[in-house]
Structures are given as C-alpha cells and as structure tokens.
Nanobody, 120 residues
C-alpha cells in the first residue's frame, strides 16, 4: 500500500526557510509523479510544485516560483520541498501527493499534511 508521511513543518519568521520531507512507501518515485500542495483555512487546496513521472520535469506555481524547490531522492523514496523567503501568506497545511500519471487536484495518494506557520 502506498503511504506518504510529511515532516519538517513548524514555525518560522518571515524571510526564513524550511525544508519539508515526504517519506514514501509502497512505490518508487521514479515511477510516480510527486506533487506538493497546501491548504489554508477557508481556502481551496493549492498546487505548488510537481515532480513529473518518467520523462517529465519539475514545475512550480507562480506563487512559489523562485522561492520553493522540489526534489526527490529515489534511493530513499523521499521527496523534499525547500522553502525559502517565506511569507505569512505561506502559512498553511502542506501536503505531498503521488500519482502514477501526473500532478492534479485529485491525485491518488496523499499524506496527512504538516503545518507551516510563518510569523510576521
């Protein structure tokens, strides 16, 4: 069974950095697309970054382009989201997700999320 567990969230000041981790089991990252999402209270879930499946690339939403970097370590079956220059509006629960096809709103597997809070 595919399982995803996020970690690395916490409280950080404006301008600071955090690195989120997504530990996976039950599949290999080189066979799945890995997506990063976030959701703030009262808001829709927002896609942030996607590491595409085989022959794909890495993509970012405009809101995080240039500040966040998604990566993966296939040997460890772990994905990462390096978040720099954090802003209060980045405060949300962050999720990783996986799908054999692509990144989208209804990806097949989801973690439970990790809270990121950016203080002003």
């Amino acid at each position: 069974e595919v399982q995803l567990v996020e970690s690395g969230g916490g409280l950080v000041q404006t301008g600071g950095s955090l690195r989120l981790s997504c530990a996976a089991s039950g599949f290999s990252f080189d066979e799945y697309a890995i997506g990063w999402f976030r959701q703030a209270p009262g808001k829709e879930r927002e896609g942030l970054a996607c590491i595409s499946g085989p022959d794909g690339g890495t993509y970012y939403s405009s809101s995080v382009q240039g500040r966040f970097t998604a990566s993966s370590d296939n040997a460890k079956n772990t994905a990462y989201l390096q978040m720099n220059s954090l802003r209060p509006e980045d405060t949300a629960v962050y999720y990783c997700a996986a799908d054999s096809r692509s990144c989208h709103r209804s990806m097949k597997y989801w973690g439970k999320g990790t809270q990121v809070t950016v203080s002003s």
